[in-house]
């Protein structure tokens, strides 16, 4: 059972910046951010989920164009974490923010939300005007 714990929302001014962490773990040790794309995910209240941002086992990424240039995805390795850096942060990017994992050895893009097959519970991140 793979297990996503995402943390490190919060409320913020426009302009200001919060960095998310999601840290991996399960029994699988295929289940690992060394073998599983992984990638961050927002929802906003009555709207779709969508991609936010992919770091591919690869190390190609891969971001949304409202994102571009103010998020930054990477990760560590030894700690097992997948983190966002946001700065600049909008109103409209308030939303839940998901961690997700994509199978074994998968190459993906923001837009293959369907494909990613683990998920955290999220944490919220609300940008104020």
């Known amino acids: 059972q793979v297990h996503l714990v995402e943390s490190g929302g919060g409320s913020v001014q426009a302009g200001g910046s919060l960095r998310l962490s999601c840290v991996a773990s399960g029994a699988s040790i295929r289940a690992s951010i060394r073998t599983n794309s992984m990638g961050w995910f927002r929802q906003a209240p009555g709207k779709e989920r969508e991609g936010v941002a992919v770091?591919?086992?690869?190390?190609?990424?891969n971001y949304a164009n409202s994102v571009k240039g103010r998020f930054t995805i990477s990760q560590d390795n030894a700690k097992n974490t997948l983190y966002l850096q946001m700065n600049s942060l909008k109103p409209e990017d308030t939303a839940m923010y998901y961690c997700?994992?994509?199978?074994?050895?998968?190459?993906?893009?923001?837009?293959?939300?369907?494909?990613?097959?683990?998920w955290g519970q999220g944490t919220q991140v609300t940008v104020s005007s």
């Open positions: 770091l591919n086992i690869d190390d190609s990424t």
């Open positions: 997700a994992a994509a199978p074994d050895y998968v190459l993906t893009t923001v837009y293959d939300v369907s494909v990613f097959r683990y």
